[in-house]
């Protein structure tokens, strides 16, 4: 079965019926890249029949099933990755869960999407430009081409937990200038995206754990197997920064909780005290408001006086013995 370009599309021929399929291309060194953002029956149908892939394979490429996983095969290997993707909505970010299906040949490679990534459009733009290696570099299979893919995603997660690593030390500074009740939400809302970042991500680990103990040299030469390890130690990068944000964040709403609780704390023990001071007041205040006859000061011309005064009296006595416990 023959093939060509056309117009930055891969195009097939199948039983003298010409049909373009929307998946675009990329090639260097003998090695191609197809890649399919929400493709429908044809399209996999005939990349399946092209490259001889097993039919559950199409089934995945798709279908999103959310769940990370490696498959090997004689002559290709499966690879489901979910990947965390942090986009801004209104003021705030939220993680969101984007699939990407690598279909890893010997000269092939096929990544199938339901949603642009934008990791993955950059990676073809500087793929095209041939600056994803260095000059004295080549690609010498497909394997190599998805181990700079692979990084330049990673490269992407890394960056998302350093923005929100720069979000936490923005919290830490507002915190620490009276900004307590404020921060309770921007904590929460980082909270609740370093969650979704270790959910998603927690199945990765699985995936390289298995790929760097499989027997590829058959597929990829016994140097490839470098590559996956240093894959494997990248994505250790990640879990382990993830771990450390996570203890920062843990750290910050520690201390904002306790800021906070401080600050209550201030804030009724004032309250109690200006209460204390006006209980007697208002006590001496409904004695002499007792109905009666012959209530003391009430018949004497600066009875009003006399009761106002003994009331200051009382509460600067009050005042002074709480500022002598050191209550104010």
């Known amino acids: 079965m023959p093939n060509g370009r056309v117009g930055g599309r891969f195009a097939l021929w199948d039983n003298g019926l010409y049909n373009v399929a929307m998946i675009s291309t990329h090639s260097f060194s003998g090695v191609v890249w197809l890649d399919m953002e929400s493709p429908n029956d044809e399209e996999v149908s005939g990349l399946v029949k092209r490259y001889g892939l097993h039919p559950l394979v199409g089934e995945e490429l798709k279908r999103s099933s959310a769940l990370a996983k490696v498959d090997f095969f004689k002559d290709y290997m499966l690879v489901v990755l979910t990947l965390p993707v942090r986009i801004k909505k209104g003021g705030s970010h939220e993680i969101v869960d984007r699939e990407i299906d690598f279909v890893v040949g010997r000269n092939f490679l096929i990544t199938s999407r339901t949603e642009t990534i934008e990791q993955l459009e950059y990676f073809g733009k500087i793929f095209d430009a041939n600056s994803i290696l260095n000059k004295d570099e080549k690609i010498a299979h497909a394997g190599f081409l998805f181990y700079y893919m692979v990084k330049r995603i990673y490269a992407g997660m890394i960056e998302d937990l350093e923005n929100i690593k720069d979000a936490l030390s923005t919290a830490e500074t507002r915190i620490y200038t009276g900004q307590e009740r404020e921060m309770v939400e921007v904590l929460s809302d980082l909270s609740r995206e370093l969650i979704d970042i270790k959910q998603t991500a927690r199945m990765h680990r699985e995936i390289w ?111 002074r013995s709480f500022r002598k416990r050191r209550w104010l």
């Open 209 to 319: 754990e298995k790929t760097t103990t499989a027997d590829l040299k058959d597929l990829f030469g016994t140097d490839f197997a470098a590559y996956l390890e240093d894959v494997k130690n990248e994505f250790g990068v990640i879990h382990e920064l993830i771990g450390n944000v996570r203890e920062l964040l843990a750290d910050l709403r520690e201390t904002n909780d306790s800021l906070l609780n401080s600050k209550q704390n201030e804030i009724m023990k004032v309250l109690t005290l200006v209460a204390f001071i006006f209980y007697p007041l208002t006590f001496i205040a409904s004695i002499f408001t007792i109905p009666g006859v012959a209530v003391p000061l009430t018949t004497n011309r600066a009875g009003w006086w006399i009761i106002l005064a003994s009331m200051v009296v009382v509460a600067l006595l009050i005042w």
